[in-house]
């Protein structure tokens, strides 16, 4: 099982940085891949970004390429999501996601992919 908790969302103004944080439980099972997620009211759960847990290899979803970074510490078990030069439009819930390890095609941006996921932490960005 895993369990996942982010934190780190705040109400922030446009052009600030902040860094969002997934810490991870995990337990009995290996995780091959973890993500980050975010959700505007009455919008469709949108990718951002993700990492495979013991590489590293990243992907960025094109809307935030160039400003925001997944990262994570696999000693610590915790997820980051760093952005700069943040948007209006970046405002959501930012939900954490992991996939348990498996050989199956790698489909990052597909949230029925993943097998776990956090609460979420609201992101709130003023013009």
């Known amino acids: 099982q895993v369990t996942l908790v982010e934190s780190g969302g705040r109400k922030v103004q446009a052009g600030d940085s902040l860094r969002l944080s997934c810490a991870a439980s995990?337990?009995?099972?290996?995780?091959?891949?973890m993500a980050w997620f975010r959700q505007a009211p009455g919008k469709e759960r949108e990718f951002v970004a993700a990492i495979t847990w013991s590489v590293g290899t990243t992907e960025h979803a094109d809307s935030v390429k160039g400003r925001f970074t997944i990262s994570r510490d696999n000693v610590k078990n915790i997820m980051y999501l760093q952005m700069y030069n943040l948007k209006p439009e970046d405002t959501a819930t930012y939900f954490c996601a992991a996939r348990r390890s498996d050989t199956a095609a790698t489909l990052w941006s597909t949230p029925g992919w993943y097998d776990y996921w956090g609460q979420g932490t609201q992101v709130t960005v003023s013009s």
């Open positions: 995990i337990r009995t099972v290996s995780v091959y891949a």
